[in-house]
């Protein structure tokens, strides 16, 4: 079986992207720092017949995403597809003028070097086979930078620089990788539904057709 690994799992998009990639045959990886809101995930694939390891990590601390990662492979093989998509904390997200070094450093941890352990984990394996697919989801802010919301501007700004990079560098590989940015609100009667945006990811994944994707 295909598996999937999704990073930042939560109770919408990474349930719905579980749910979407399950229903196509992936058994399905959950990374994620709160070991209750993982229980309450794989108890919500399990109806549907959806094969899932949960893996705790704390994105922010080194190496953390590699080991939930690797244990992720260990449970299910290895993972033919990896989405990034964690959710910053409210409390770093504040008006340019008065994000602190401590905000700022939080937010690029969360962003950028989780992404950086998590890609760490799954690539050797994907090069070897020759495929594989990297997907990386953030919000408005990497496309619309409003001095409102600073940390999440720049920190997105760089997450999308690295995964850029990324695309250019595995293309000839056989390795997809991918942005897509949400702008507006995620959820249940929200400006989108986790369910539309699973689809995106998932056409991202077969179809394999450009880097950023903007859902507005």
Known sequence: MPVIAIVGAGPNLGLATARKF???GFDVGLVSRNPDRLEDLVGALRPAGITASAQTADLR???QATGALTRVAGALGPIDVLVYSP?????????VTDTSSDDMGAALELGVLGAVDSVDAV???MRER?????LFTTG??????????????????????YAKLLHGSLVDEGIHVAHTAIVGGLGPGLKHAPEDVAEVLWRQHVERDGFQHVVE
């Open 130 to 134: 020759g495929t594989g697919t990297l």
């Open 61 to 63: 601390r080194t190496g």
């Open 140 to 161: 408005g802010a990497a496309v619309a930078p409003s001095p409102e919301r600073a940390s999440s501007a720049v920190s997105n700004a760089a997450e999308v620089a």
């Open 22 to 24: 399950g229903s196509e």
């Open 87 to 95: 959710l910053a904390s409210h409390d770093w997200i504040k008006p």
């Open 123 to 125: 690539l050797p394996t």
